[in-house]
């Protein structure tokens, strides 16, 4: 991977300006150990083409304040190359400093945190980074991270050129739905779902800055207005999707319901299910990110699925 300097800033069309990061991994040029005795002629022959090939990232982070650039450098260690020499793009959201730790949001932070600022922030950056590469890779990939995942199919369907999607620590439904889930099967949190649908009912004099939950109104109203599902359905392109199944923020049920609902077609999605993960990708003696990473090349590469990762 290619050192990380310091960071980047995107000038916006409205003058102002966010933190991203920029960041490339080469492609392989030896055969993983790993595939090393399943090998055949014709996954070496797919190793040489692919080696030959890019691929391009635009990484949508969770919610808050929190900058990915205090371990971004580590985040991506498992995409070795497999699957040809990666960009990588993150965009970071609006007054987030490239080292900010998340523990204290700002008032301007908390204003500009809603989905319609996301979207058009995200759009205009990623059309820019298309638009000043000449030759268009062939492998454009929308990756959305926690709450990034509500944006990143969004994104996809406005974007030409975006060939794959992935979904990461998400549940698959919608925010709200996945809220709803939430409470139902936790008591401590209908409390709190019962204090968002009451507080949505009537909109405020000033929706950014009347809170609900630390978060503005408008953030929430806009939230709600997302059909993440019927976005699911409408992106005909491949999807990984991955999440652990000991992650608090996700029901219990959700691969069920989310392969019920959308009924995709065979071999569209690939499910990456990581025992006794948490939201991080971690259970208590194992960090699982970079097996996902891997799992990533590999999906990307074209190889068949391996366990914990299933087609659809």
């Known amino acids: 991977m290619a050192q990380a300097g310091d960071s980047l800033r995107f000038h916006f069309a409205d003058g102002t300006d966010s933190v991203y ?25 797919q190793e040489h083409v692919n080696a030959q090939r890019e691929n391009w990232f635009f990484v949508v982070g969770g919610s808050g304040c929190a900058s990915m650039g205090r371990y971004l450098l580590d985040y991506f260690r498992g995409l070795d190359g497999e699957s040809g020499r990666s960009r990588i793009w993150l965009l970071q959201k609006r007054h987030v400093a490239a080292q900010d730790d998340g523990a204290s949001c700002s008032e301007d932070f908390v204003r500009d945190d809603h989905f319609s600022r996301w979207q058009a922030d995200q759009l205009e950056f990623i059309r820019f980074q298309l638009a000043e590469n000449h030759v268009m890779p062939p492998r454009v990939i929308l990756m959305g991270i926690s709450e990034g995942a509500e944006l990143a199919p969004v994104l996809a369907l406005s974007i030409p050129s975006v060939t794959h999607l992935v979904l990461l620590a998400h549940s698959g439904d919608s925010a709200m739905g996945t809220y709803q889930a939430l409470a139902q099967s936790y008591p401590h949190m209908h409390a709190g779902w019962e204090q968002l649908q009451a507080a949505l009912a009537t909109m405020p004099e000033n929706p950014d800055r009347s809170l609900i939950h630390g978060r503005s109104w408008r953030y929430w109203a806009e939230i709600q207005s997302i059909n993440h599902l019927e976005n699911l359905r409408m992106w005909k392109g491949p999807v990984l999707w991955a999440f652990g199944d000991a992650d608090p923020l996700i029901p219990n049920d959700a691969r069920q319901k989310l392969q019920q609902m959308l009924r995709p077609a065979p071999g569209q999605w690939r499910n990456c299910v990581f025992h006794e993960a948490d939201h991080g990708l971690r259970s208590q003696d194992q960090r699982y990110l970079p097996d996902f990473m891997w799992q990533l090349d590999r999906w990307l590469a074209g190889y068949t699925q391996q366990e914990p990762c299933l087609d659809w």
């Not at 990061?21 to 022959?45: C, G, I, R």
């Open 21 to 45: 990061f920029y960041l490339e991994k080469q492609a392989q040029t030896t055969m993983n150990p790993t595939l090393l005795s399943q090998a055949h002629s014709d996954v070496v022959q």
